[in-house]
């Protein structure tokens, strides 16, 4: 079993800054990629950034040039760096993960269970 587990989030004032975190654990045999999706109240869940293994990384229009995403693959982390935050970015937070359990079973798609970021003075 694949678990991810994010930390992190919270409040901030316009302008500032916060930074995610989330770790897979379990039974891991590789990772395709490892990202962040964002659902506000009302809206539909949508990406923020990802980062595909040995490939690209990409990002929401919305985020570009303010938000980094980062991974550690030794300990199959993946960060996210949100600077100059906007009001827009209040959501919750969650963690994905395109990940092989053993070797010979194919992906499978696994989620954090999500992480509250407030935009806000």
């Known amino acids: 079993q694949v678990q991810l587990v994010e930390s992190g989030g919270g409040l901030s004032p316009p302008g500032g800054s916060l930074r995610l975190s989330c770790a897979a654990s379990?039974?891991?045999?590789?990772?395709?990629?490892m990202g962040w999706y964002r659902q506000a109240p009302g809206k539909q869940r949508e990406l923020v950034a990802n980062s595909i293994s040995y490939g690209p990384t990409n990002y929401a229009d919305s985020v570009k040039g303010r938000f980094t995403i980062s991974r550690d693959n030794v300990k199959n982390t993946v960060y996210l760096e949100m600077n100059s935050l906007k009001p827009e970015d209040t959501a919750v937070y969650y963690c994905n993960g395109r990940i092989r359990p053993s070797y010979g079973i194919r992906e499978e798609e696994y989620w954090g269970q999500g992480t509250q970021v407030t935009v806000s003075s």
């Open positions: 379990g039974s891991i045999y590789s990772i395709n990629a």
